[in-house]
């Protein structure tokens, strides 16, 4: 199995610019989540699904950021417009059944300018 | 609710010292607990985990026990080498819930 999938690697955008991250579960899995890791922040927990369907993303920073999980093998987090301070690593993950931890992809590095 | 407390880095050790990175949760229910290690520029990778009290999870000579008494799930391993260097997390999953919970994260630097 590949893993967890990420793409781009590395994002430079200006701000104000439309960003969009990707990510490709582990086939199989049936949640993924969406994380943020900052120095000052360390992992956030932005959004997480199961079985495709959002079910908290209570910790979406705000309306600017957005995450759709079309199908079972694909999802998207995307920032619209961007902001110097979105500058991060963001981190996709999946998992399967309760007990199991999470197989995370190697992460994009945003940075906002 | 959940949490999760790690020791405060960073810790510095030399080659084949002893480690322990300390970890107490605050969980309701029967979490299942975790410890990942992040190597620099590369994603969270699990390193063990214990799913009922009294569990040790070991690998690659790191060794944490559930101890429910102390809700602790302390970090061992008898001789680091410098290739452990990276950033150690604890997390924990409470029975009912499907995302983990991490600690802030403890900074490993093993010497030559």
């Known amino acids: 199995d590949a893993g967890v999938i990420q793409s781009p690697r590395h994002e430079v955008t200006e701000m104000g610019q439309e960003v969009t991250l990707r990510c490709k579960p582990i086939?199989?899995?049936?949640?993924l989540f969406w994380y943020r890791q900052t120095m000052m922040r360390g992992l956030e927990l932005l959004i997480y699904?199961?079985?495709?369907?959002?079910?908290?993303d209570s910790g979406m920073p705000e309306d600017r950021f957005s995450a759709k999980m079309p199908n079972a093998s694909f999802s998207t987090l995307k920032i619209q417009p961007s902001e110097p301070r979105d500058s991060a690593v963001y981190f996709c993950?999946?998992?399967?059944?309760?007990?199991?931890?999470?197989?995370f992809g190697s992460g994009t590095r945003l940075t906002v300018v | 609710g959940n949490s999760v407390t790690q020791m405060e880095g960073p810790v510095t050790l030399s080659e084949e010292a002893f480690l322990t990175i300390n970890c107490t949760y605050t969980?309701?229910?029967?979490?299942?607990l975790f410890w990942y290690v992040q190597y620099p520029g590369e994603g969270l990778q699990l390193l063990l985990k214990?799913?009922?009290?009294?569990d040790k999870g070991s690998n690659k000579g790191f060794e944490a026990t559930y101890r429910k008494e102390t809700t602790s799930f302390h970090l061992e391993k008898g001789s680091v080498q410098v290739s452990d260097s990276a950033v150690y997390f604890c997390?924990?999953?409470?029975?009912?819930?499907?995302?983990?919970?991490f600690g802030s994260g403890t900074q490993l630097t093993v010497l030559p």
């Open positions: 993950a999946s998992s399967q059944e309760q007990g199991y931890g999470y197989t």
């Open positions: 086939s199989g899995h049936n949640s």
């Open positions: 699904f199961n079985n495709n369907v959002p079910i908290d």
């Open positions: 969980a309701t229910g029967y979490p299942s």
């Open positions: 214990a799913t009922k009290a009294d």
């Open positions: 997390a924990l999953r409470p029975g009912s819930a499907r995302q983990l919970t």
